[in-house]
């Protein structure tokens, strides 16, 4: 199973280390790979799945993935958007789509970008995460306009790694 490097770590100082658009590690093999991934812009989707029957709103959100050290499978199954009611939404992995982030390996210093869809069958999704097993999230990413306005219990109630609480829910001292 794999182990997290920690996103405070990486993030500059004074900066959400989990806000849209920052860089998170993932660290396996004993640190022999790793890679890091980035998560932007969580939308409505002006797309279509084909081959999937949506039950809700499409979105989507731009992902990369850095293979930094090592060679890197990226599982993109282990993706999920959260709703600030708590409603949570699997990546939609089996769409195919010529925009959508490709689970092909990639070398060290190789980079793959994409799409991740999401079925929002609920409220909006507000935040990404991505869970490497474990009992919470591995990296999150969060902290948009809609996610300011939840209210402070609704926040609160979101799962959040160990370490990440200190500076979240969600960014409030920034």
């Known amino acids: 199973m794999a182990g997290f490097g920690n996103p405070a770590?990486?993030?500059?100082?004074?900066e959400c280390p989990h806000r849209f658009g920052s860089n998170q590690q993932l660290v396996d093999a004993g640190g022999a790979v790793v890679q890091e991934w980035t998560v932007t812009d969580l939308k409505k989707?002006?797309?279509?799945?084909?081959?999937?029957?949506?039950?809700?709103?499409?979105?989507?959100?731009?992902?990369s993935v850095e293979a930094v050290s090592g060679t890197v499978t990226p599982i993109i199954p282990n993706f999920r958007a959260h709703a600030a009611d708590g409603a949570s939404y699997p990546v939609l992995w089996q769409v195919s789509s010529a925009?959508?982030?490709?689970?092909?390996?990639?070398?060290?210093?190789?980079?793959?970008?994409?799409?991740?869809?999401?079925?929002?069958?609920?409220?909006?999704?507000?935040?990404v995460t991505y869970a490497?097993?474990?009992?919470?999230?591995?990296?999150?990413?969060?902290?948009?306009?809609?996610?300011?306005?939840?209210?402070?219990?609704?926040?609160?109630?979101?799962?959040?790694?160990?370490?990440?609480?200190?500076?979240?829910?969600?960014?409030?001292?920034?």
Request: hydrophobic residues 40%; contains cysteine; aromatic residues 6%.
């Open 99 to 127: 925009e959508g982030i490709p689970g092909a390996t990639i070398t060290q210093g190789q980079t793959a970008t994409g799409k991740l869809y999401f079925d929002a069958t609920g409220a909006d999704p507000v935040a």
């Open 9 to 14: 770590i990486a993030s500059a100082v004074g």
């Open 132 to 174: 490497g097993g474990g009992a919470h999230p591995s990296m999150m990413w969060c902290c948009g306009e809609a996610m300011m306005a939840m209210p402070m219990d609704m926040m609160m109630d979101m799962p959040m790694p160990m370490g990440m609480m200190d500076n979240c829910p969600h960014c409030r001292n920034q």
């Open 45 to 63: 989707s002006a797309g279509s799945a084909p081959g999937y029957p949506l039950a809700g709103q499409l979105w989507e959100a731009t992902a």
